[in-house]
């Protein structure tokens, strides 16, 4: 081949490829872009918190699959990239940086973990990335930033609650255990300004490590102050299970006053008779009503089972929060201030998990109801 034959050939090929390149970052013929819209995720996918982040997922997938299946958003497809925020604020963090300077992400779902959202927040909120939580309750969260929402309550109301009932049932001196992790401690730290204030005593506050298995040394020293009540906050039911096993083994019979995975069901099939009369408060949830039972039905069908490890309305927010996501990029495309000023509009959406409205802080304005397990069943106080 001579010369003059190359240079054609590599003109020829030159040419080729500038017009697969505009061929495949162009718009549709009608003038719509048709690349799918990448969406963000953060949740703990090992671990202990991996038992309901991997849970999570799926009901995420099985809502964006829908999505999809219904014509996606003006005609793009939405595609997920998951990261591993491992229940942690460090990872978190990571999660985030990579999804937004290198998957070029402008909205993320999670985190789940609320050290997860507490993690990734700031970056969100420096890069006006949207940050959209299903399941994160810190207190915390509330001032976190402009661009960092849920559509689940604050855990505020729930620590409350809580502090306000053992008051009411005359236990007005507690001993406190607390997993070390940012959603605990908040949540801790809303009982006790409630339950002092309305002249209540907190005669220790013990906290554990999240790797921790044996809590003896810290029930021991609850036990000697003799409370009214204990006070138990996990981050995860495996670690709940745990506390209340050791609790049972030192003799301690004190009330149980908790959190929401209290009605986890493996916490009522393993522990049945350790969380037996605890008090609780959790967001306020009707999975009888039709949405509710549709969705649940329809993880049933095409997993075997729900989760164990988490209350319902978690499966409930998760797929909310994706199709209220899906219409925000509807009305907005990728355009983040359109999409914070949407989230702000939220008032009285029906979804899955009930009417939802979106406040000033970017939080959901439902709250949580108190409830108990007796005979080995969740019901109203």
């Known amino acids: 081949m001579d010369k003059s034959a190359k240079w054609v050939l590599s003109i020829v090929v030159l040419l080729l490829i500038v017009v697969g390149l505009f061929v495949a970052f162009s718009p549709s013929p009608e003038g719509k872009e048709t690349r799918p819209i990448k969406l963000g995720a953060i949740m703990p996918l090992s671990g202990d918190a991996a038992a309901y982040g991997i849970p999570i997922q799926q009901a995420t997938d099985l809502a964006i699959k829908e999505i999809n299946a219904a014509g996606g958003v003006d005609g793009r497809m939405i595609k997920v990239v998951y990261e591993n925020g491992a229940c942690a604020g460090k990872e978190a963090t990571s999660a985030a940086q990579k999804l937004i300077n290198v998957d070029k992400i402008k909205v993320i779902l999670g985190g789940l973990c609320s050290g997860e959202t507490l993690g990734a927040a700031p970056v969100a909120e420096e890069n006006k990335v949207i940050l959209f939580s299903p399941g994160s309750g810190s207190p915390d969260i509330t001032k976190s930033g402009d661009y960092i929402f849920r559509n689940f309550p604050s855990d505020a109301t729930s620590g409350g609650k809580?502090?306000?009932?053992?008051?009411?049932?005359?236990?007005?001196?507690?001993?406190?255990?607390?997993?070390?992790?940012e959603y605990a401690q908040a949540v801790k730290e809303v009982f006790?300004?409630?339950?002092?204030?309305?002249?209540?005593?907190?005669?220790?506050?013990?906290?554990?490590?999240?790797?921790?298995?044996?809590?003896?040394?810290?029930?021991?020293?609850?036990?000697?102050?003799?409370?009214?009540?204990?006070y138990v906050l996990s981050q995860t039911p495996a670690k709940y299970g745990l506390v209340l096993k050791q609790i049972s083994e030192l003799g301690m019979n004190q009330q149980i006053y908790s959190n929401e995975f209290s009605a986890a069901e493996d916490i009522l099939k393993d522990y049945k008779e350790e969380i037996e009369g605890a008090i609780y408060a959790e967001p306020s949830?009707?999975?009888k009503a039709p949405k509710a039972k549709e969705l649940l039905d329809k993880i049933l069908a095409e997993h075997g089972e729900l989760s164990g490890a988490l209350p319902p309305v978690y499966f409930a927010t998760a797929y909310d929060a994706v199709y209220l996501l899906k219409d925000a990029l509807v009305e907005c495309g990728e355009d983040t201030d359109c999409i914070k000023k949407f989230l702000y509009g939220v008032t009285d959406r029906a979804g899955t998990a009930g009417m939802l409205t979106i406040d000033e802080n970017g939080d959901a304005s439902f709250s949580y109801v108190l409830r108990t397990i007796k005979d080995g069943k969740a019901m109203d106080v």
């Open 285 to 287: 949830f009707d999975d």
């Open 192 to 230: 006790k300004t409630t339950f002092e204030a309305a002249g209540g005593e907190i005669l220790t506050d013990e906290s554990y490590a999240s790797d921790s298995s044996d809590f003896r040394t810290q029930l021991t020293k609850m036990k000697a102050t003799n409370p009214d009540g204990l």
């Open 162 to 181: 809580v502090a306000q009932a053992a008051i009411d049932n005359g236990h007005k001196k507690v001993a406190i255990i607390a997993e070390q992790t």
